[in-house]
């Protein structure tokens, strides 16, 4: 397959759906073999069973022993980006450290052990994508922890830039995408959710898995592309 990536390898970390599965499709497309790699390998294999051009892989971004044991079975790798994240929503008195915790670690640590462990495996030429989101720029009273690890993964993007240069890195940073996590709503109260959104949005629509798959390739092709926060939002934090 010719492409961008073509002769490249690129691992993606995250679920079998959603934002991950749209990097993962995209990627293959741009011509990278690709490594799909999660807490749960049986339902990443399922997800992939009919797509060539891609391999699953277990790793936990919240053990270092794992992240070791993954970079050793793939030996070297192109491009590295991390989706993982582990939400702490709700208001200060609500809180509980234990889910805040989780947030850092997936989001914030689980990345940093990666950079440690696969970036002696990443050539010069490659990158490293972690993801931040809106809540960073957008404050909001009800996304306190949300906000504050988005932030550190930004600021974590930044100084694995300047430490692991020359490869690249970079942090995505989507607004409201489509990708299933709102159908908890229901279908009223999402359909709600979203008219409020694009009425206040500048890009007057909701972002989907798509938008963000195809910013993830930009910031992995971008040879003059480090130390940024790529936006995906539509312009919300501007409303």
Do not use: C
């Not at 060539?52 to 993954?70: C, H, N, Q, Y």
């Not at 002696?120 to 957008?138: E, Y």
């Amino acid at each position: 397959m010719t492409g961008p990536l073509k002769g490249k390898t690129a691992l993606v970390i995250g679920r079998g759906g959603g934002i991950a599965h749209a990097i993962v499709i995209a990627a293959r497309d741009a011509g990278a073999d690709v490594v799909a790699a999660g807490r749960d390998k049986e339902s990443l294999a399922g997800a992939y069973a009919d797509e060539p051009g891609i391999t699953t892989e277990a790793v936990d971004l919240t053990d270092e022993a794992s992240i070791a044991a993954l970079g050793e079975r793939l030996g070297t790798v192109d491009h590295v980006v991390s989706t993982a994240s582990a939400r702490a929503r709700g208001l200060i008195a609500d809180l509980d450290r234990d889910a805040v915790r989780l947030s850092f670690d997936t989001k914030v640590i689980g990345p940093l052990m990666l950079a440690k462990h696969l970036s002696p495996r990443i050539p010069a030429s490659g990158s490293f994508t972690l993801f931040s989101g809106v809540a960073a720029a957008k404050i909001a009273v009800g996304t306190l922890a949300v906000a504050i690890t988005n932030g550190a993964a930004e600021v974590l993007a930044r100084s694995l830039a300047l430490e692991l240069a020359p490869i690249r890195v970079n942090a995505i940073s989507p607004g409201v995408i489509d990708t299933g996590a709102w159908d908890d709503f229901g279908e009223e109260g999402k359909s709600e959710y979203f008219a409020r959104i694009r009425a206040r949005n500048p890009a007057q629509r909701i972002g989907t898995t798509d938008d963000v798959a195809n910013a993830v390739l930009f910031a992995m092709t971008s040879p003059f592309l480090t130390g940024e926060t790529v936006h995906i939002d539509g312009g919300e934090p501007l409303s």
